[in-house]
């Protein structure tokens, strides 16, 4: 660090040079048809479907996978932003406005919520129009006090509210650095408040992600829980939106300004944060799966015989392979983390798998017409409507992408990136 | 023994960038037995003065998958063969169980090989180096100055002609080292 210091910085740049390239508003377009385009089938498959009680399940079990996806990236970009405020690091200055982006989508994703909201009752158990065993009765008896539609709409409202005053003051503190600081002490007060926010935030993400986690997902199954759940749903959305912030990034080191700016260093770190990432998960996610299974006991162990029987079994195997196993083996590979192209794609293959695990999370909890455990069945809806809402919200992810530059101009390690990445690393 | 000859000529370049475009040309020039030093890693340097890519990579990748069959066959052998025992009502070749343990030793066996093949491939620990008979070498290698060594075992290595070469990249100083 001591080279760094006695090196004079290099030639500044402007807001202006870091405004972001054309291809981004061209990629909001192109999204935005996606996504009327999938809507517009996804509202009359469910017109077409609604005459039934299932019919008006499928449309909100789709609904809910969908919803996820966006919600962890939404949130996802939270919690990686607030990490690289607390960690520091040239890796997190070429992503945080991506980041900051991904976080300023949390009004459509709340918008998003009310449709869950009202079909609470299609999707979860202690909602009250399905059918429960005697376990399933006394469970929920129990759990009334924390298991009710009142507790559970009153808890999504304050975790959207909370959620949305840490990230509007990210984001608004962010714009201080788009201007030259008053001072050096005023630069470094403002890196203390954003490390100190993010850090408080970090925890309070913790502990309101893991309630959030257990409301919208654990609670489809009325007896089944898992302790870990919470770390699950933590490790998945910082996977996911590692991956996204990938996939974007890639795309926009085609174009100036990231062409010069992104430098193999910074690319090659985020690859290996995608490596970690991933290991991570499979690492919460195989811990949860050995201690059910070592325990074998009938309240817990039921949620995965749900998922390894009538079919679900090469969904599940599909998802270890694709989820991890090829992620991982790529991944390992150093040349593979340093090239935009191939990190990518490796990138949106991690986005795939994630949408077929929370589909594989989601979808055994509901009974088959012919009231047995659910079997794999995949239907038009299943695809259309995840595709609908990760279209909206990749929309409105690149409309709030174009609004500010890049990356911030006066951040204090903007010098160092600027440095060719041959010179003093 | 005694030391003959020379090992090669160093020159000392002031910045890490001036030292990344001299080996560079050095390489270009058509010399192949080159060293660079430099107080902290520069990544493109590698590739400036032509250093092949390590095996190291594959070597802990072989490792691993070694460590990690000898700990699923510790596994198979106490639990399957020498001591049968039934745990949890579960077959005693319980795969989803071995996977810690094997999982374990396959690190155990990727950093074991990592940090000896490291050792093995680079030849550390290197008590005595040619390079050390020059005094600016030993004050400022691992503080403020960039060295570049064109060793005598060279093909295209010649005394007066390399040095007239290492001379026209404008370094700070040139020395021959003695063996």
Not at chain 1, 382 to 404: E, G, H, M, N
Request: with cysteine; hydrophobic share 50%.
């Amino acid at each position: 660090m001591a080279i760094h210091e006695t090196q004079t910085p290099s030639s500044h740049v402007t807001p202006e040079q870091l405004a972001p390239p054309w291809i981004v508003d061209h990629m909001r377009k192109r999204w935005i048809g996606v996504a009327g385009l999938s809507s517009i089938v996804a509202i009359a498959l469910l017109l077409f479907n609604s005459g039934t009680f299932e019919g008006r399940q499928q449309f909100f079990r789709a609904y809910l996978v969908g919803y996820l996806f966006c919600f962890g990236l939404m949130l996802g970009s939270t919690a990686l932003l607030m990490l690289q405020h607390v960690t520091g690091g040239k890796w997190g200055l070429v992503i945080r406005r991506m980041l900051e982006a991904g976080s300023r989508t949390l009004p459509i994703v709340a918008f998003m919520f009310i449709p869950i909201a009202f079909g609470a009752k299609y999707l979860y158990p202690w909602a009250g129009a399905m059918p429960l065993d005697v376990h399933g009765q006394h469970a929920l008896h129990v759990r009334e006090p924390f298991l009710n539609f009142n507790a559970w709409i009153g808890r999504a409202i304050f975790y959207f509210l909370s959620w949305g005053l840490f990230i509007y003051l990210f984001n608004k503190w962010s714009l201080k650095q788009d201007v030259p600081p008053e001072s050096p002490d005023a630069a470094n007060d403002l890196r203390l408040r954003f490390m100190r926010l993010g850090g408080g935030g970090l925890v309070f993400y913790a502990i309101t992600l893991t309630l959030a986690a257990v409301d919208w997902v654990m609670s489809l199954d009325a007896v089944w829980y898992s302790t870990i759940w919470g770390m699950l749903y933590m490790g998945a959305q910082v996977l996911s939106t590692m991956a996204f912030m990938i996939a974007v990034l890639a795309l926009l080191a085609k174009y100036e300004p990231m062409k010069s700016l992104l430098r193999k260093t910074e690319l090659h770190d985020n690859g290996k944060l995608l490596l970690a990432f991933v290991m991570l998960y499979t690492y919460l996610s195989f811990s949860q799966f050995i201690i059910i299974w070592s325990g074998n006991l009938p309240e817990e162990i039921t949620w995965y015989l749900a998922r390894t029987q009538h079919g679900w079994k090469p969904v599940m195997l599909t998802l270890v392979i694709f989820h991890f196993v090829v992620p991982f083996l790529i991944l390992l590979n150093r040349n593979i983390k340093k090239q935009p192209a191939r990190l990518r794609a490796v990138a949106i293959l991690i986005l795939f798998a994630r949408v077929g695990e929370i589909y594989w999370q989601v979808n055994p909890n509901f009974k088959d017409t012919s009231g047995l455990t659910g079997h794999f069945n995949p239907n038009l809806m299943d695809v259309v409507l995840p595709i609908a809402l990760a279209s909206i919200w990749i929309t409105a992810f690149f409309y709030q992408l174009k609004k500010r530059p890049l990356i911030p101009a006066y951040h204090h390690l903007v010098p160092e990136i600027l440095e060719p990445s041959h010179g003093a690393h | 023994m005694k030391p003959t000859g020379i090992y090669g000529l160093m020159a000392e370049f002031d910045t890490a960038d001036e030292l990344v475009d001299a080996g560079r040309k050095a390489y270009s020039e058509g010399y192949r037995k080159l060293d660079a030093y430099s107080p902290f890693p520069i990544e493109a340097l590698d590739e400036a003065i032509g250093i092949p890519h390590t095996i190291l990579p594959w070597l802990v990748f072989f490792g691993g998958l070694l460590g990690g069959a000898a700990g699923y066959s510790l596994e198979y052998w106490t639990q399957v063969i020498h001591l049968p025992f039934i745990i949890g009502g579960k077959p005693l070749h319980s795969w989803p169980n071995f996977i810690p343990v094997w999982f374990e030793t396959t690190v155990l066996g990727a950093s074991l090989t990592a940090v000896i093949g490291m050792l093995g491939l680079n030849g550390l620990p290197l008590p005595y180096h040619p390079v050390f008979n020059i005094d600016e070498f030993l004050n400022h290698a691992q503080k403020d100055k960039f060295f570049l060594v064109i060793e005598s075992k060279d093909p295209r290595f010649n005394l007066d002609s390399s040095k007239k070469f290492l001379s026209s990249l404008s370094p700070a100083n040139v020395w021959e080292v003695p063996n």
